[in-house]
């Protein structure tokens, strides 16, 4: 065999070199062929800077880092990134659906944010806690004028979630109310999370309580019902 | 070379063989070589349960859903699992540290827990906000008694967070206060995540402010001070 043996050491070669080069289509599909999933976490209070570029885009334009420098606004606010900017960013990347579910909700970006999405066809749903939606500057009255369905517990507990799906494929959550107060003043944090296990998980959860909180289970006059 | 090309084959499947045993390996190594990191979503209102038998548990006790259910405890309270016994299974997994950022702590179950994690050595430092840390039924009273270091914000705005870190390699983060009102009345979200990443985020988050709520920098009577 002696003398065969580099031809078996090159057939070896080439029998590594093949495996090999299956290898990285090998981890692909392991991965599933994606890129890495977006894995993104916001402090807050967030820098004051200005979002009109974010929020006058043209429908449907994506919204990218470049475009928020580039408006041409001539407010006196800084023009750079912000955690506000990027939670809008994130929202406004939404093209199918977006699902709120907000204690608090009273934030004139994010609200904006919001109309924009649904004049662009997105499908959105809100469900906010009873007692918050018709406080000073709440966002909720808003949304309902423009069309937008909203859905409010009745419960003495709190709806006290604080979390956004956009196009059932990425979830944001974490301690923000949406208020001018908590974005500019607070110590909060929000993960922006491309995550197919934490999205099924809080959609599961939105549709549990889109459905408890369908206003044909609505109470009213409890009081009189009671006595009658 | 024709009569070479069965030993060729046989080369080529060498190789090929010795490629993929190397492969799980390979797979071993680019996984870091561990089980799956832990990833679970708790949501309230949680169901009342009895928690004593995971809060009477022998010091450094592992503590498991085995021993939950076995406590003998006679209460008239379910002795199942729930929202709240596994957030506390989840602190109480503690060896080394706990970083608490909590807006609001006034759970009894929750604060015995931190107690019993101090006794057992474990390093606890909890930040909180001024204007709630002194509200009836607060924690953070006991917890100082105890001899364990707290801190808070002399801010207007809110240290609004509600995370903790478990031995710096596991993250609890939501919308939860730890309040009883909150866990058995409102709907909450929490996220436990084994995520080095998310816990790198959030420890620089918890260092910051420890940093800056360091107590030589307080400020007393800023009024008086600043008419003289």
């Keep these: 065999m002696k003398p065969l043996s580099w031809q078996v050491a090159a057939a070896v070669a080439v029998g590594l070199a093949l495996a090999l080069e299956t290898l990285p289509q090998v981890l692909r599909w392991l991965w599933g062929g994606r890129r890495r999933p977006r894995r993104e976490v916001l402090f807050f209070p967030s820098q004051v800077t200005c979002t009109e570029a974010l929020l006058q885009q043209a429908p449907r334009a994506e919204p990218s880092a470049s475009t928020t420098s580039s408006a041409g606004c001539l407010c006196s606010l800084p023009h750079g990134?912000?955690?506000?900017?990027?939670?809008?960013?994130?929202?406004?990347?939404?093209?199918?659906?977006?699902?709120?579910?907000?204690?608090?909700?009273?934030?004139?970006?994010?609200?904006?944010?919001?109309?924009?999405?649904?004049?662009?066809g997105v499908r959105v749903r809100v469900v906010t806690d009873c007692d918050y939606m018709a406080l000073n500057g709440s966002?909720?009255?808003?949304?309902?004028?423009?069309?937008?369905?909203?859905?409010?517990?009745?419960?003495?507990?709190?709806?006290h979630h604080k979390f956004a799906i956009v196009d059932k494929k990425v979830l944001i959550t974490g301690s923000l109310n949406w208020t001018t107060q908590a974005i500019q003043n607070n110590r909060e944090n929000v993960l922006i999370m491309e995550d197919e296990e934490y999205v099924r998980l809080f959609l599961e959860?939105?549709?549990?309580?889109?459905?408890?909180?369908n206003p044909t289970k609505y109470t009213f006059f409890p009081q009189e019902k009671k006595s009658q």
Tied chains: 1, 2.
């Design 205 to 213: 959860e939105f549709e549990r309580i889109w459905e408890e909180f």
């Design 81 to 120: 990134e912000s955690a506000l900017s990027r939670l809008l960013r994130a929202l406004l990347a939404a093209r199918v659906s977006l699902e709120l579910c907000l204690f608090a909700f009273s934030s004139p970006q994010l609200g904006r944010a919001v109309q924009l999405l649904h004049q662009r």
């Design 139 to 159: 966002q909720i009255g808003l949304l309902r004028k423009a069309g937008i369905q909203v859905r409010h517990d009745q419960d003495l507990g709190y709806m």
